[in-house]
């Protein structure tokens, strides 16, 4: 009988700078603009967002992965997440996010896709005993249609 493999998952990111203003970052066939300007740069991500966006990133994969597995329908997801800087020392002190889901599944369906993102993340487990990390899972609520009553 054989084992089941040990190999760990590995993963390698390359970054440049281009200029005082500009810097990118590279693996497999993509490529991130990066803000490393003093003065900032709207168009790339700070390593701050980049953070923010590889936290949210990881939640969506984790909802992808466990969907099927849970037999959870979902129309949809949008991830906020929202993060605070202490000054001394520079860090995230807190993060806060909310995964809004497009279902019909239950609450309890609800909360059973929220708890798989807590534990199973990557980056989430990660970034979580540094850094008050909280949130919500919540339903997307569709804004109400026209009145369709008489004037």
């Known amino acids: 009988m054989t084992q089941p493999s040990t190999q760990k998952m590995q993963f390698d990111v390359v970054s440049v700078r281009r200029s005082a203003q500009a810097s990118e ?4 066939d993509a490529t991130i603009a990066l803000d490393t300007d003093l003065a900032g740069n709207w168009e790339a ?4 967002e980049l953070l ?5 990133a990881c939640m969506i994969k984790g909802i992808e992965r466990v969907a099927p597995i849970l037999k959870f329908d979902l129309r949809g997801v949008e991830v906020r997440v929202h993060g605070v800087r202490q000054d001394v020392p520079p ?10 889901v497009d279902t019909d ?5 609800l909360d059973l896709l929220h708890d798989n993102v807590r534990k199973f993340g990557t980056v989430f487990n ?8 909280a949130g919500v899972l ?3 609520i569709e804004p109400a249609g026209p009145s369709r009553e008489r004037p």
Do not use: M, Q, W
Not at 91 to 100: A, C, G, K, M, N
Not at 105 to 109: G, L, T
């Open 25 to 28: 970052a590279r693996c497999k």
């Open 45 to 48: 991500f700070n390593p701050a």
């Open 52 to 56: 923010l966006a590889a936290l949210s």
């Open 91 to 100: 860090r995230l002190e807190s993060i806060h996010y909310e995964i809004i």
């Open 105 to 109: 599944e239950p609450d309890r369906r």
């Open 126 to 133: 990660t970034v979580s005993p540094g850094t008050e990390l």
């Open 138 to 140: 919540c339903r997307k």
